[in-house]
């Protein structure tokens, strides 16, 4: 089991960054954020394995980065030049090999989530 706490969110205007947080316990090998806008499926955005390898959703490729710190336990997404269409519930999640290596997979292929965090952006 791993516990995974999020936090960073907050609002922003367009162009605007933040960072967002997830501190974790436990063992893993895929860990992604996922975000949900109201009334859709959450979609996988970003993805790191414990090798530190990452994947991204191409609507952020460029702009948003995904990083471990193993001593502090905590996985960060780094958000540049934030979009409206960003604004969301952003989840981090974490799981297994299984059934993929390849991380950035979509959400009922992860058992652990967090409580989300929300990230609003102004036009």
């Known amino acids: 089991q791993v516990q995974l706490v999020e936090s960073g969110g907050g609002s922003v205007q367009a162009g605007g960054f933040l960072r967002l947080s997830c501190s974790f316990s436990?063992?893993?090998?895929?860990m992604s954020w996922f975000r949900r806008v109201s009334g859709r499926d959450r979609e996988a955005i970003a993805s790191i394995n414990i090798d530190r390898e990452p994947g991204y959703k191409h609507s952020v490729k460029g702009r948003f980065t995904i990083s471990l710190d193993n001593d502090k336990n905590t996985v960060y997404l780094q958000m540049n030049s934030l979009r409206p269409e960003d604004t969301a519930m952003y989840y981090c999640?974490?799981?297994?090999?299984?059934?993929?290596?390849?991380?950035?997979?979509?959400?009922?292929?992860?058992?652990?989530w967090g409580q989300g965090t929300q990230v609003t952006v102004a036009s």
């Open positions: 999640a974490a799981r297994g090999r299984e059934p993929s290596g390849w991380c950035l997979q979509p959400s009922y292929t992860y058992k652990n």
């Open positions: 436990g063992n893993w090998f895929c």
